[in-house]
């Protein structure tokens, strides 16, 4: 079974405008991370929370963590139109050397 | 750095023919991974490599399926025979275990077993 689950799993908003995304999982976790995949292609990494960090930023992205309640979300603030892809959330329980585990993905569309 | 390097890009082939996908992980990593990717699914762990070695093969759907990893620079991944349910889009992705943590993908085999 999937050890994340992405919430929503699509979302369509106008370019300029903040998308947010959810991630639920379900055992402890030494780190979660997300991913982006655009059509067709493999997946990117985006950024890398640690257990033990509460937010992180990285340019237009800012990732929260709250481990008490086993979620993340993911937050996009400008959008831009090829901000268009799928996003992943994965948890790594054993450091990166054991793979991730990842969720189904949201599916997020940027309208011009 | 070329990144993960993954052939074919695509492999359409007949029901009970043998496949094999390639992989060449980034150079200096240590770990190497094969995944599954399907609408219904999502992203399936098949199995991982550290150091050549595997170390878990538990996603590894049934016996057709099979990897190996005879050098740091190379993988493969072989099923035989292949069904039309094995179509998907396979990834081969590494890390180093002394990284970070995240893992870098290469671009994709997708299969179609007709």
């Known amino acids: 079974s999937q050890q994340g689950e992405e919430d929503p799993q699509a979302l369509s908003i106008q370019e300029g405008e903040n998308a947010t995304m959810n991630c639920s999982y379900k055992?402890?976790?030494?780190?979660l991370q997300w991913y982006r995949q655009n059509s067709g292609r493999g997946l990117v990494h985006l950024i890398l929370i640690r257990s033990n960090e509460r937010e992180k930023h990285s340019g237009r992205l800012r990732v929260t963590l709250d481990t008490s309640k086993k979620s993340s979300s993911l937050l996009i603030t400008a959008s831009r139109a090829a901000d268009t892809a799928s996003y992943f959330c994965a948890t790594d329980a054993g450091g990166g050397a054991d793979g991730l585990t990842f969720g189904k993905g949201t599916h997020l569309i940027i309208q011009p | 750095d070329a990144g993960v390097i993954q052939s074919p890009r695509h492999e359409v082939t007949e029901m009970g023919q043998e496949v094999t996908l390639r992989c060449k992980p980034i150079s200096g990593h240590n770990s190497l991974f094969w995944y599954r990717q399907t609408m219904m699914r999502g992203l399936e762990l098949l199995i991982y490599f550290n150091n050549n070695v595997p170390i878990d093969d538990s996603g590894m759907p049934e016996d057709r399926f099979s990897a190996k990893m005879p050098n740091a620079s190379f993988s493969t991944l072989k099923i035989q025979p292949s069904e039309p349910r094995d179509s998907a889009v396979y990834f081969c992705a590494s890390s180093s275990v002394t990284g970070r943590g995240e893992i870098q993908f290469g671009a994709g085999s997708r299969l179609t077993v007709l």
């Open positions: 055992t402890s976790i030494n780190n």
